[in-house]
């Protein structure tokens, strides 16, 4: 079955640290890949996201993920973090030849002191 | 404008009762989804929706789940005889077509616990 790997569970930095939580999926056709990010009392919301073209992507607040379809990965990187990235972030994938719904991740939750 | 909403946002049931949840897309989007997320885990999809058609449930997990979508906007996602097991955040997601590309727009779900 398909799945989608985070690798890191709980990701402790301070603030100006760089960011890279990592994603790996397993499924070697044409996929659609995002990031979602679920910030503490709030509903999950989309980040960015990547379905052709630029396999670098960008997406609100600084975020930037790179596909790397050789590499089945799609991680999320921010150069600088700030306290109000401390969240849950979710990678999911949407692999063409099975319907429209997601697979998630188990999560990366990441704590930013200040 | 409005956001999917979901209710209620908290639900207590005794193991062996029927359950309802609601949820309340974005006007006018065509798709509409439901995930279950258990402690510590991603979400996972349960069923699919286009309009009223519930084109994929192959992620319910046992005949006790049943969804449903009449007039294609307001869902209902039903539970019978609860069990322990089901206790779970029960999250709702719309999206304006059927595109594998579209942004699922989730609502705050609804945290069942079977007691």
């Known amino acids: 079955a398909q799945s989608v790997s985070q690798h890191n569970h709980h990701v402790i930095l301070s603030e100006a640290a760089s960011l890279e939580l990592g994603c790996n999926y397993s499924y070697g056709g044409t996929v659609n890949l995002f990031w979602y990010v679920q910030y503490p009392g709030q509903h999950l919301q989309l980040l960015l996201k990547?379905?052709?073209?630029?396999?670098l992507v960008k997406g609100i607040k600084g975020f930037e993920a790179e596909f790397i379809k050789s590499k089945f990965s799609f991680n999320l990187r921010k150069p600088s973090v700030q306290w109000s990235d401390t969240a849950e972030y979710f990678c999911?994938?949407?692999?063409?030849?099975?319907?429209?719904?997601?697979?998630f991740g188990k999560g990366t939750t990441l704590s930013v002191s200040s | 404008g409005a956001g999917v909403s979901q209710s209620p946002r908290y639900k207590v049931a005794k193991r062996g009762q029927d359950v309802a949840l609601r949820c309340d897309p974005i006007?006018?989007?065509?798709?509409l989804f439901w995930y279950q997320q258990a402690l510590g885990q991603g979400p996972e999809f349960l069923t699919y929706f286009q309009n009223e058609a519930q084109l994929d449930k192959s992620g319910l997990p046992s005949d006790r789940f049943f969804a449903e979508r009449p007039e294609g906007s307001v869902s209902t996602l039903k539970i019978q005889r609860t069990q322990q097991e089901d206790s779970a955040v029960y999250l709702c997601?719309?999206?304006?077509?059927?595109?594998?590309?579209?942004?699922?727009?989730f609502g705050p779900g609804t945290r069942l616990t079977v007691l």
């Open positions: 997601a719309s999206s304006p077509w059927g595109a594998r590309t579209d942004t699922q727009y």
């Open positions: 006007s006018g989007h065509v798709s």
């Open positions: 990547y379905f052709s073209g630029d396999p």
């Open positions: 999911a994938v949407n692999i063409n030849q099975a319907g429209t719904a997601l697979i």
